[in-house]
């Protein structure tokens, strides 16, 4: 089984950046596809990032020009790189790894954008 866990998150002001990291341990086969979500409080959790084997990306479009993720060569950890933070990107984060037809979830890092 895979493990994740995030870091990274913490409080920022208002057009700060903040980067967060996923690390994927255990013992898997191959994650296709690797994720980060959010959950505001009082909202549904949402899609934030996805990144693919195939090199695709997509965003969700409140965060494009703003939020990139990445990931390293060896596909086990993932990257959020978050600029010009904005009071409504608090959330709690979460990164997914999909393997197969299976998913596992990190216990998620909060991020809080505030002055």
């Known amino acids: 089984q895979v493990q994740l866990v995030e870091s990274g998150g913490g409080l920022v002001q208002p057009g700060g950046s903040l980067r967060l990291s996923c690390a994927a341990s255990?013992?898997?086969?191959?994650?296709?596809?690797m994720s980060w979500f959010r959950q505001a409080p009082g909202k549904e959790r949402e899609l934030v990032a996805i990144?693919?084997?195939?090199?695709?990306?997509d965003y969700t479009d409140s965060v494009k020009g703003r939020f990139t993720i990445t990931i390293n060569n060896i596909w086990n950890t993932v990257y959020l790189q978050m600029n010009n933070l904005k009071p409504e990107d608090t959330a709690v984060y979460y990164c997914?790894?999909?393997?197969?037809?299976?998913?596992?979830w990190g216990p998620g890092t909060q991020v809080t954008v505030s002055s």
């Open positions: 997914k790894a999909t393997i197969g037809l299976t998913n596992a």
């Open positions: 255990g013992t898997f086969f191959r994650i296709n596809v």
């Open positions: 990144i693919r084997r195939s090199g695709n990306t």
